[in-house]
T-cell receptor, first 110, second 113 residues
Framework: EAQVTQNPRYLITVTGKKLTVTCSQN?????MSWYRQDPGLGLRQIYY???????DKGDVPEGYKVSRKEKRNFPLILESPSPNQTSLYFC?????????FGQGTRLTVV | DQQVKQNSPSLSVQEGRISILNCDYT??????FLWYKKYPAEGPTFLIS?????DKNEDGRFTVFLNKSAKHLSLHIVPSQPGDSAVYFC????????????FGEGTQLTVNP
């Protein structure tokens, strides 16, 4: 079954404490990306990766880092989280046509 | 610069009637369009798509129409069912931009029994 798995599903953290949200796909897709969903703003792309070791900024990259050491994994790193990064995060991978999304990570930074 | 816009944050329809969700885009390079459905506490799931070489694509109760001259697409759901209640996102991509998808803000559809 085609799957994008992200963890954790829910996370509450404090300002400044580094965290990583993991993402893994089993479809051998080259393209992966991270989005955040905020009310009234839809899905905004944070970072994307065209292939292993190839990453680039999306529309809202400030405060985030990513890495792509293997094709299947694309973790999102918040080195020093701030309250404005409280959001719902989705990882996605895309083949030739549609993108597949993970179930989301609800992050709260207090 | 919002390249994909869904101007209606919400839409409410009666069960059995038609739901029409609209989406406008500004980038003329977009050549592939998708609709996603999202239930609470789940990730978006792919619903239907259309290439710019077509003006209509149908899949069961779902039909997407594309008007390239107006840079407008719409999703028709007929007949609407209560289980269709969800947030619907329109997305677009351009071959020249690789696999990147640009999303609209989403429309919350509520189908009342």
């Amino acid at each position: 079954e085609a799957q994008v798995t992200q963890n954790p599903r829910y996370l509450i953290t404090v300002t400044g404490k580094k965290l990583t949200v993991t993402c893994s796909q089993n479809m051998n897709h080259e393209y992966m990306s991270w989005y955040r969903q905020d009310p009234g703003l839809g899905l905004r792309q944070i970072y994307y990766s065209m292939n292993v070791e190839v990453t680039d900024k999306g529309d809202v990259p400030e405060g985030y880092k990513v890495s792509r050491k293997e094709k299947r994994n694309f973790p999102l790193i918040l080195e020093s989280p701030s309250p404005n990064q409280t959001s719902l995060y989705f990882c996605a991978s895309r083949g030739a046509l549609e993108a597949f999304f993970g179930q989301g990570t609800r992050l709260t930074v207090v | 610069d919002q390249q994909v816009k869904q101007n209606s944050p919400s839409l409410s329809v009666q069960e059995g009637r038609i739901s029409i969700l609209n989406c406008d885009y500004t980038n003329s390079m977009f050549d592939y369009f998708l609709w996603y459905k999202k239930y609470p506490a789940e990730g978006p799931t792919f619903l239907i798509s259309i290439s710019s070489i077509k003006d209509k694509n149908e899949d069961g109760r779902f039909t997407v129409f594309l008007n390239k001259s107006a840079k407008h697409l719409s999703l028709h759901i007929v007949p609407s069912q209560p289980g269709d209640s969800a947030v619907y996102f329109c997305a677009a991509s351009a071959l020249v931009s690789g696999s990147r998808l640009t999303f609209g803000e989403g429309t919350q559809l509520t189908v009342n029994p």
